[in-house]
């Protein structure tokens, strides 16, 4: 996905482990959310230090660099020497003069006038140097697969997949957008697509289990519908790593909390979060204000299994703040100062978004920026962010310029409206009916998986009527409600957990808009006969303080 588009779309959430107590999640970090893991893109600008690297050279790029991204074959013999390479591979790129063209030209998709169509990057004079390969097709995934099984057999560490668009990226020589016509001669609609990429990469990460695998993947995909869409949820609980090309350097976000905003796009990261995956905020700023606003950003969110980068980073040119670790973090972000702060045992970081006015921020003690400098207070421009290590106490004043924060206090209420027959592993089990109904259009194969579902053949039947055969777990469609008193505006997130055994295990993240009475609500489906607890936290908005509910206990009856 190198050419991403300058758009953002996004919801604001926020990282509710701490907020609303401990919970398990699907990868448990190693490292705090303070610690740097930095990934470079290891091109072949990036050969003279890996070509004949010298044992000091080795060592460098072994401690500085926690991942790379590299290329078989060339790198299949520097394995030896560093084994935390992601191997690259385009998910649906067939070259232009290759082999796999020539041998396999129904691969290629085509456009309704049965003329080839392209991924629509590095275009010229009516071509383009990549065809798009049809995803459709079972035979081509099943080729791409085995490819990336012989080269990943060379010792790396993972697989990084680029162009994992959630949104059709198929034109012409031209660059112009066109509707594919698939493997089975109907159209390729965009929610089929969807579905297509999502079980191509299923199928991916179910034949390289052992693999750490990275998604490039368009966050913004599919409107703002982010992982409530059954396809998306697929593609990243499917990989370790969501690749965010460009990170927050990219120049289309804004500021506030609109479509395009930073807010939106640091909220996606949570959902990815919440689905126990990382992200990587590939930021391409190779200036200091730059990769600080990107790295500070990335604190905001950290679990401790993300990762950043900037350009131009090597062992004659590497920033220090790269260096720095600001240990455990005491909380999730919050606005302060009409910035973005979050605090660390070991420090803070402070962001002003896109568009905001420059602002001077006093600090609540005196601070260490990235270049060792003692400083006070720290002056913000727009789109820029600082690192600061030392002890970061919590300010007695929680807006920097003074004016008073209303505080807030958050309610949450739940209640049942139905109960219907539980999805199948795989489908869409939250959200709106409309969502839920959403899950059942898509791709031929997905309609078919979910008539067998619906309609049983003879066998079933006759097996249900013996009594072989359990009654069906439903699901149970419950309203999540509340009230965040004395606030007009934001957002509350919402961590859900269930009862396993003697303890409670997060299961579902949401995010809902508080509207002008202080409102929210949210529907999500959940398993009957269940025990589950209910956390709301108010993120904060301008003139707002952040708060948080007491935990709300729902047990659901087996019906």
Same mark, same amino acid.
């Given at each position: 996905m190198?050419?991403r588009?300058?758009?953002?779309?996004?919801?604001?959430?926020?990282?509710?482990?701490?907020?609303?107590?401990?919970?398990?999640t699907?990868n448990?970090?190693?490292d705090?959310?303070?610690t740097?893991?930095?990934v470079?893109?290891?091109?072949?600008?990036?050969?003279v230090?890996t070509?004949?690297?010298?044992?000091?050279?080795?060592a460098?790029?072994?401690?500085?660099m926690?991942r790379?991204?590299?290329?078989?074959?060339?790198?299949?013999?520097?394995?030896?020497?560093?084994g935390?390479?992601?191997m690259y591979?385009?998910a649906?790129a067939?070259?232009k003069?290759s082999? /796999?063209a020539t041998?396999?030209?129904?691969?290629?998709?085509?456009?309704?006038a049965?003329?080839?169509?392209?991924?629509p990057?590095?275009?010229?004079?009516?071509?383009?140097p990549?065809?798009?390969?049809?995803?459709?097709?079972?035979?081509?995934?099943r080729y791409?697969?085995?490819?990336?099984?012989?080269?990943?057999s060379?010792?790396y560490r993972g697989?990084f997949?680029d162009d994992?668009n959630?949104e059709?990226?198929?034109?012409n020589?031209?660059e112009?957008?066109?509707?594919?016509?698939g493997?089975n001669?109907?159209?390729?609609?965009?929610?089929?697509?969807?579905?297509?990429?999502?079980e191509?990469?299923v199928?991916?990460?179910?034949?390289?289990?052992s693999?750490?695998?990275?998604h490039?993947?368009?966050?913004f995909?599919?409107?703002d519908?982010?992982?409530?869409?059954?396809?998306?949820?697929?593609?990243?609980e499917?990989?370790n790593?969501?690749n965010?090309?460009?990170g927050?350097?990219d120049?289309? /976000?804004?500021?506030?909390?609109?479509?395009?905003?930073?807010?939106?796009?640091?909220?996606?990261v949570?959902?990815v979060?919440?689905?126990g995956?990382?992200?990587?905020l590939a930021?391409?700023?190779n200036?200091?204000?730059g990769l600080?606003?990107?790295?500070?950003?990335?604190?905001?969110t950290?679990?401790?299994?993300d990762?950043?980068s900037?350009?131009?980073?090597?062992?004659?040119?590497?920033?220090?703040?790269w260096?720095v670790?600001l240990?455990?973090?005491t909380?999730a972000?919050?606005?302060?100062?009409g910035a973005l702060?979050r605090d660390?045992?070991?420090?803070m970081v402070?962001?002003?978004?896109?568009?905001?006015?420059?602002?001077?921020?006093?600090l609540?003690?005196?601070?260490q920026d990235?270049?060792?400098?003692?400083?006070?207070?720290?002056t913000?421009?727009?789109?820029?962010?600082?690192?600061?290590?030392g002890?970061?106490?919590?300010?007695?004043?929680?807006?920097?310029e003074?004016?008073?924060?209303?505080?807030t206090?958050t309610?949450?209420?739940?209640?049942t409206?139905?109960?219907?027959p539980?999805?199948?592993?795989?489908?869409?089990?939250?959200?709106?009916g409309?969502k839920?109904?959403?899950?059942?259009?898509?791709?031929?194969a997905?309609?078919?998986?979910?008539s067998?579902?619906?309609?049983?053949?003879?066998r079933?039947?006759?097996?249900?009527?013996?009594?072989h055969?359990?009654?069906?777990l439903?699901?149970v /469609?419950?309203?999540?409600?509340g009230?965040v008193?004395?606030?007009?505006?934001?957002?509350?997130?919402i961590?859900?957990?269930?009862?396993?055994?003697?303890?409670?295990?997060?299961?579902?993240?949401?995010t809902?808009a508080?509207?002008?009475?202080g409102?929210?609500?949210?529907?999500?489906? /959940?398993?009957?006969a269940?025990?589950?607890?209910?956390?709301a936290?108010y993120?904060?908005?301008a003139?707002y303080q952040?708060?948080?509910?007491?935990?709300r206990v729902i047990v659901?009856?087996?019906r």
């Open positions: 190198r050419r588009r300058h758009h953002a779309i996004g919801i604001i959430a926020v990282a509710l482990a701490t907020a609303c107590g401990s919970g398990l699907a448990a970090a190693a705090t959310a303070g740097v893991h930095f470079r893109t290891a091109d072949s600008s990036f050969n230090y070509a004949s690297a010298s044992p000091s050279t080795r460098w790029l072994g401690s500085h926690w790379m991204i590299v290329w078989s074959p060339y790198f299949d013999e520097k394995t030896s020497w560093y935390q390479g992601w591979r385009d649906y067939i070259y003069g082999q /796999l041998q396999h030209p129904e691969w290629i998709l085509k456009d309704s049965g003329n080839d169509l392209y991924i990057y590095g275009c010229s004079n009516g071509s383009c990549q065809y798009a390969g049809d995803i459709s097709s079972p035979a081509f995934r791409w697969i085995e490819e990336a099984k012989a080269q990943l060379h010792g697989l997949v994992v959630m059709e990226r198929v034109g020589g031209e112009h957008q066109l509707l594919p016509i493997a001669g109907q159209p390729i609609t965009a929610s089929a697509w969807r579905a297509y990429m999502a191509f990469m199928e991916v990460r179910a034949a390289l289990p693999f750490e695998i990275v490039n993947a368009i966050w995909a599919n409107g519908a982010g992982s409530s869409d059954p396809s998306i949820r697929r593609e990243i499917s990989a790593y969501v965010l090309e460009r927050v350097n120049p289309g /976000l804004t500021g506030g909390n609109g479509p395009w905003s930073l807010n939106a796009f640091l909220a996606y949570d959902q979060h919440a689905l995956r990382g992200t990587v930021g391409t700023a200036d200091q204000q600080e606003y990107n790295l500070a950003s990335y604190f905001l950290s679990t401790g299994n990762a950043v900037g350009n131009d980073q090597t062992p004659e040119n590497w920033w220090t703040g260096n670790n240990g455990q973090a909380g972000r919050y606005v302060w100062g702060r660390f045992a070991g420090g402070l962001v002003n978004p896109p568009g905001a006015a420059t602002r001077a921020i006093s609540p003690t005196p601070m990235a270049s060792g400098n003692t400083v006070g207070s720290v913000l421009s727009a789109a820029s962010g600082v690192v600061l290590t002890n970061a106490p919590a300010p007695t004043q929680p807006s920097a003074g004016a008073t924060m209303i505080p206090r309610i949450v209420e739940t209640s409206v139905g109960s219907h539980r999805p199948k592993r795989g489908s869409f089990a939250g959200g709106t409309k839920h109904s959403q899950g059942r259009t898509g791709s031929p997905r309609r078919r998986h979910t067998r579902h619906l309609h049983p053949g003879p079933t039947h006759q097996a249900s009527r013996r009594g055969r359990p009654a069906p439903r699901a /469609l419950t309203r999540i409600r009230l008193n004395h606030a007009t505006e934001g957002t509350v997130a961590q859900i957990d269930r009862r396993h055994g003697s303890r409670w295990i997060a299961v579902r993240r949401l809902a508080v509207g002008a009475s409102r929210f609500v949210s529907l999500v489906n /959940l398993r009957a269940s025990r589950y607890r209910v956390c936290v993120l904060g908005a003139g952040p708060s948080r509910s007491g935990y659901l009856h087996a």
